[in-house]
């Protein structure tokens, strides 16, 4: 999957990087992070000439649902998620859109083991487990494109919070050293907020994890 490309849109009151990952010449796309207007994705992919085949979330928190239904609606794709972050998806509170005047839960269509392969429209990547923002936080990685999407377990010399539910620090240093750090040094990272950064920048200059 050399031809693998992978766009950004930003939203919503968090600035949340909501991703779309494609093959050149082809309009079927995996989107990641629906942030908070689903129709307004909808319609931007399909002035584009894009059309969503699949849906996965990194984590559950409520500035990367907020739009997940009305996408899922619109589109008619599958959902994917952790299988550990079940519980916090059906939380109103642990995800905490309760606490942020928008109530909101949702369940996947399919909850996806640590490890597991993903394809979707003939676009594989590989769900990697990383507890620590959420006890159900995942990273997904595409080996085609050299990529790995990281939502908010790894930023661009910072890490996600872990003062939310179900959050913990040491969790998550260890999920990006052990499981993140031994992919190639090369490995682009387009995280849920801020800008890209690779995975040898990181393990070089990352404050919180060196």
């Not at 490309?5 to 009151?13: E, P, T, V, W």
């Not at 928190?61 to 519980?87: M, N, P």
């Not at 859109?97 to 990547?125: F, H, L, N, Q, W």
């Not at 377990?153 to 959050?167: H, I, Q």
Request: proline share 3%; charged share 20%; with cysteine.
């Amino acid at each position: 999957m050399a031809d693998l490309k992978i766009g950004r849109l930003m939203m919503g009151i968090c600035q949340t990087n909501c991703y779309f990952v494609y093959q050149e010449g082809k309009s079927e796309v995996i989107f990641i992070d629906p942030a908070d207007k689903g129709g307004y994705i909808y319609d931007a992919l399909q002035e584009r000439g894009f059309t969503v085949a699949g849906i996965l979330l990194t984590h559950g928190h409520f500035d990367h649902i907020w739009g997940l239904e009305e996408l899922r609606e619109k589109s008619g794709a599958k959902v994917y998620a952790c299988e550990t972050e079940k519980a916090l998806c059906n939380d109103a509170r642990l995800n905490v859109s309760a606490g942020v005047g928008r109530a909101c839960t949702v369940d996947a269509d399919v909850y996806v083991k640590d490890g597991e392969e993903i394809t979707i429209s003939g676009i594989t990547c590989r769900l990697i487990a990383t507890p620590g923002h959420t006890q159900g936080s995942c990273c997904y990685y595409f080996a085609g494109g050299g990529f790995l999407v990281s939502g908010d377990t790894l930023f661009a010399e910072s890490v996600g919070r872990t003062d939310l539910p179900t959050g913990n620090m040491s969790s998550l240093v260890r999920s990006i050293q052990e499981r993140l750090f031994v992919l190639p040094d090369e490995t682009k990272v387009y995280p849920g907020h801020g800008e890209a950064t690779e995975i040898g920048h990181e393990k070089r200059y990352n404050p919180f994890c060196v």
